[in-house]
Each structure stands twice: as C-alpha cells, then as structure tokens.
Nanobody, 120 residues
Framework: QVQLVESGGGLVQAGGSLTLSCAAS????????MGWYRQAPGKQRELVAI???????NYFDSVKGRFTISRDNAKNTVYLQMNSLKPEDTAVYYC??????????????WGQGTQVTVSS
C-alpha cells in the first residue's frame, strides 16, 4: 500500500510564503517523477511544477520565478516553496508521484490535497 501525505497548506496574505511537503510511504521500490497540481473552485486541475528523479524541473508559466519544487529522495519527499503568493494562487494543492511499488508495478498516486488560501 502506497500513500502520499501532504502538509503545509494554510492561509497567508498576498506577498507571503508557504512551503508544502508531500511524503510517500509504503512498499516503495522507486519514485520517478513527482509533481504538484492545483485546483481552484470551478476550474480544472492544472500542473504547477514537476521534478524528475534526477531533479530536472518544469513549472507552469504563472509560477515561474516564485515557486520552487525540490525533492529529497532519501526521504521520499517532494517540496513546493511558494513565494510572492497572489490571490490567484488560492486552490487545493495536490501532490502526485509515479511510483514503482514493491510488487514491481508502476502507478500514479495522489495525495489528499491541502488548501492554500491567499488573501488580498
């Protein structure tokens, strides 16, 4: 059983910062790409940032220069440092990872989501 557990969401004023964490646990053989997505009310879920096992990164245009994704492979954890937050960043943020489990199967796993609210 593989799980992703997120933490770090909350309420922050515009211009502030938050750091999200997502830890994978269970029968894990290896973790490939890890990423953060978000979904605002009435909108589709969108990719925010993604990081490969070798730490290559890609970002959604609207967060470039403000958000930083990183990972600690020893801890099976991915982070999202969010600076200069804007009200339009308000959303539920979801962690995603492609994980090869101890059974040898590779699947995409999602965390439960964490709310980020940016007040103006």
């Amino acid at each position: 059983q593989v799980q992703l557990v997120e933490s770090g969401g909350g309420l922050v004023q515009a211009g502030g910062s938050l750091t999200l964490s997502c830890a994978a646990s269970g029968r894990i053989f290896s973790i490939n790409d890890m990423g953060w997505y978000r979904q605002a009310p009435g909108k589709q879920r969108e990719l925010v940032a993604i990081i490969t096992r070798g730490s290559s990164t890609n970002y959604f245009d609207s967060v470039k220069g403000r958000f930083t994704i990183s990972r600690d492979n020893a801890k099976n954890t991915v982070y999202l440092q969010m600076n200069s937050l804007k009200p339009e960043d308000t959303a539920v943020y979801y962690c995603n990872a492609r994980i090869t489990s101890g059974t040898g199967y590779t699947s995409s796993y999602w965390g439960q989501g964490t709310q980020v609210t940016v007040s103006s």
